[in-house]
């Protein structure tokens, strides 16, 4: 049978490639896309505007980038154990290219070195442990990680111009503790956070930009605007990893250890909605405020 449709409904070839280039490009510009630009040589990427804060690169997004380049150096796949990751410097929208060596490789362990630069200076360094497991006389699971309520009930963070991140629009966030700069008197952060738009598969790479995706965790005690940025990041992962579905929330909890002059030490615990503990995060944040 034969159908006529308008003509305003008919898209030309060149119409359609425009269309399908158009979708390429906005899947490149997701989470996914840039993982997928990391080869195992030296790879050079450039950060959208979609994920900058101000000035500077999301640093999940850098730090899961470094962290990708790293994993594919190994001859034997082992699963990431440990990440120790500095902020040298900020990202901005130029070419960031990655390097990473391996300074050992083990039967057991292996240790590799990343590298994040611009215009041959070093913008971050991620020093990662790789371990596969072994029979251990010493089998103690992790206590469940349960919050102070459900999803049900958050108060979603909205997007506001000027005033969040714009790389934040790229997470749902819903929030159980005050939102930043609303005078918290809680020394801690609670809430869950996913992705806007799903990947395909939930990752260790994943998870770095889900746990970076949070705010320095003072912020939601101060009364104004001001600077925040993490200096250093230490975030330990649970092998093996628990289920992860790409549309599931992360519980997240996060608690200031000691601030004073400036600085703010700070651990959190990440799971996923059963409360199956992820990884363990600890980070050395500086705010001016």
Known sequence: MECAFPERLLVSGAEATKMSSFKRRIQDMQFDGFLNKVAREPSTVRLDGAWMQGRAGFGGLVAALVYESM???????????????????????????????????????????????????????????????????????????SLNGSVNDTTKLPYIEGAIPEFTRNFDY??????????????????????????????????????????????PMMKSLCMASSLSWTIEFIQPQPSLRPDEYTQYRAEIIESSGGYAYAKALISNEAGELLAISQQTTVHFG
């Open 71 to 145: 994993r594919k150096q190994l001859s034997q796949p082992a699963p990431v154990r440990c990440l120790q990751i500095s902020f040298v410097g900020p990202v901005d929208d130029s070419e960031l290219e990655l390097t990473s060596e391996i300074l050992r490789e083990g039967k057991n362990v292996s240790q590799v070195l990343g590298r994040g630069l611009q215009n041959g200076q070093t913008k971050v360094i991620v020093q990662g442990s790789f371990g596969a497991g072994r029979e251990s006389a010493i089998d103690l699971a992790p206590e469940r990680l």
């Open 174 to 219: 819903r929030y159980l503790t005050p939102f930043p700069f609303m005078g918290s008197d809680k020394p801690y952060l609670e809430g869950y956070v996913r992705f806007a738009e799903s990947p395909k598969v939930m990752t260790e790479a994943h998870l770095l930009g889900l746990v970076d995706a949070w705010p320095p965790t003072p912020l």
